[in-house]
């Protein structure tokens, strides 16, 4: 029987590295900070969904440097690796056929400024794996926080990332090449100011507390627009 895996793809969050799209208003360094808040979250979250669902969790990391350091911080569940490949579509599928080799099935993989995510949404998204070919998480911004498949299929990585096409493109993709895709409930992820406000309405969720801490903390809030 195959084992179910977890991924986290993350950046080592260093100032000017992470979160640019927050500067300004927030300084690179605040950036930084509040990207290693969620991050936080979402390795919590995704290790206690690995726990529940028999799956194991993995941290991908970029720059390959950093992985020891991360893996520190981390849920000393995850298994670390380093990203490879030129170009964030590239190392997404590398990481989905590093796995597919080694004998992990079904796949999930979330970004890491999604800490909204719950236990519970990712276990709905191995469910729907056993019934479709790949599943998508929408995000606020055209997108998905979350991709999962259960065989290799590396054109689905081929559609250019960052931009409001991604789903709907993903998704034509998909049909395209005969797979049954499926949408599940969305979910937010952080990239501007204006999205602290998802946050901000989803501050009861608890996957979400470390975030919700340091934007309150640090009073995040106040850029958001009357």
Do not use: C
């Amino acid at each position: 029987m195959k084992i179910p895996a977890l991924v986290v793809f993350a950046k080592e969050p260093r100032s000017g590295l992470v979160k640019t799209r927050l500067s300004p208003p927030l300084s690179p360094k605040l950036a930084a900070d509040f990207y290693r808040a969620m991050l936080s979250d979402v390795l919590n979250s995704t290790a206690r969904a690995a726990t529940v669902l028999g799956a194991t969790p993995f941290l991908f990391v970029d720059p390959r440097g950093a992985l020891p350091k991360m893996l520190e911080h981390a849920p000393a569940e995850f298994v670390g690796l380093p990203q490879e490949g030129a170009g964030l579509g590239a190392r997404m599928d590398q990481a989905f056929e590093h796995l597919f080799e080694k004998g992990y099935s079904p796949i999930l993989l979330r970004g890491s400024d999604s800490p909204g995510v719950t236990v519970q949404a990712m276990k709905r998204f191995l469910e729907a794996l056993k019934t479709h070919d790949v599943v998508f998480g929408p995000d606020s911004n055209g997108g998905y926080y979350l991709i999962g498949m259960h065989f290799p299929e590396p054109r689905m990585f081929e559609v250019a990332l960052s931009n409001k096409e991604v789903l709907p493109r993903s998704l034509e993709v998909a049909r395209g090449l005969g797979l049954s895709a499926k949408t599940l409930e969305p979910s937010f992820d952080i990239n501007t100011v204006s999205d602290l406000s998802f946050l901000k309405l989803g501050a009861e969720i608890d996957e979400a507390r470390k975030s919700v801490a340091f934007a309150t903390h640090h009073n995040l809030w106040r850029h958001l627009p009357a």
